[in-house]
């Protein structure tokens, strides 16, 4: 044998492509695949926003603004708390993202109340349940914010309605059902948004970033025991 022989024995053979058998979809299948991704299309299309900016309010006295939403959104609930039977409001939030050591209020829910107070809020109506910054579930610290606020007060609330930002409602109400209950009842009332049209939200970048992301938040809040 000669030496070319040998080394070309000994030499590895390096493979960039192989063949191999694969499965793949028949065109009956493919037509029923693409009739399922239409089908998801249309659910989501028209039943998805509704189902996350669910509006389902009790009979009560007591509204609870979430106090990070929009102006657009307390303006909505100064007119839900005039044009209801309440008699006190709670506003909720954190510190603020920016301009903390700027800003003439740096929570979010001192900024909802004095702007509830600017609309022509009683000051006596309204009342601010701070939370603590958290790097994570925010909600969930503004319910907790609550919770204690009513322990430490001896407060005899049983019942409340929770205003928020729009397609957040469904995630929202959940949250605060599970920190406050078996004692207080909540009804959850979902404000209208202003950066884009609700009822064709998919037509906006807004509305698909915020339908969206809370669809991904909802079924993340589904999996999680709130009630610590």
């Known amino acids: 044998m000669s030496t070319t022989k040998r080394r070309n024995q000994k030499r590895p053979k390096i493979r960039l492509l192989k063949r191999q058998e694969i499965w793949t979809l028949t065109a009956p299948g493919w037509v029923i695949a693409i009739a399922l991704m239409i089908s998801v ?20 006295d007591v509204l609870v603004l979430e106090g990070w939403v929009t102006d657009y959104a307390v303006k909505q609930a100064f007119t839900e708390f005039k ?93 605060f059902q599970q920190v406050l209950a078996p004692k207080v009842k909540v009804g959850i009332i979902a404000a209208k948004p202003s950066s884009y049209n609700p009822n064709k939200w998919w037509t906006s970048s807004e509305g698909v970033r915020t339908v969206i992301s809370e669809t991904i938040a909802y079924i993340y809040a589904l999996f999680v025991n709130w009630d610590i």
Do not use: C
């Open 41 to 60: 299309m249309f659910f989501s299309i028209t039943y998805l926003y509704p189902f996350l900016a669910v509006t389902s309010p009790i009979k009560t």
């Open 83 to 175: 044009n209801g039977s309440y008699r006190q409001i709670f506003t909720t939030g954190g510190p603020v993202e920016r301009g903390f050591y700027l800003a003439e209020y740096n929570n979010f829910a001192t900024i909802a109340a004095a702007t509830l107070k600017k609309l022509g809020m009683e000051s006596e109506k309204v009342t601010v349940v701070a939370a603590p910054d958290v790097i994570k579930d925010r909600t969930h610290s503004y319910a907790i914010a609550l919770r204690q606020w009513l322990a430490n007060s001896n407060s005899p609330i049983k019942s409340m309605n929770l205003l928020t930002s729009d397609a957040h409602a469904r995630r929202s109400w959940l949250i």
